[in-house]
Nanobody, 118 residues
Framework: QVQLVESGGGLVQPGGSLRLSCAASKSIFSFGAITWYRQEPGKQRELVATITSGGSTNYADSVKGRFTISRDNAKNTVYLQMNSLKSEDTAVYYC????????????WGQGTQVTVSS
């Protein structure tokens, strides 16, 4: 069973930054894609950013230019650097590791809360 452990969430003021981490219990090269999703209460989970095993990245329009997804292969960890945070970025952020290049399948972490508020 694969485990994904997210960390790095918290409370930050608008305009601030946070870096989320998703640590996998096995090599991240074994997954076709690792994706960050987020979910606000009462809303559907939405894709934030994806990185494939080949290193390709994809971002939601709402975070382009502000968020960066990256990986550390030696640590089996994927990061989400979030800059210029806005109140609308407040959500629970989840890490997903999919066996194929299509995100949303496979394994999920437990989530980490990000709250952007003054």
């Amino acid at each position: 069973q694969v485990q994904l452990v997210e960390s790095g969430g918290g409370l930050v003021q608008p305009g601030g930054s946070l870096r989320l981490s998703c640590a996998a219990s096995k090599s991240i090269f074994s997954f076709g894609a690792i994706t960050w999703y987020r979910q606000e209460p009462g809303k559907q989970r939405e894709l934030v950013a994806t990185i494939t095993s080949g290193g390709s990245t994809n971002y939601a329009d709402s975070v382009k230019g502000r968020f960066t997804i990256s990986r550390d292969n030696a640590k089996n960890t994927v990061y989400l650097q979030m800059n210029s945070l806005k109140s609308e970025d407040t959500a629970v952020y989840y890490c997903n590791a999919s066996p194929s290049p299509l995100p949303g399948y496979g394994y999920w972490g437990q989530g980490t809360q990000v709250t952007v508020s003054s």
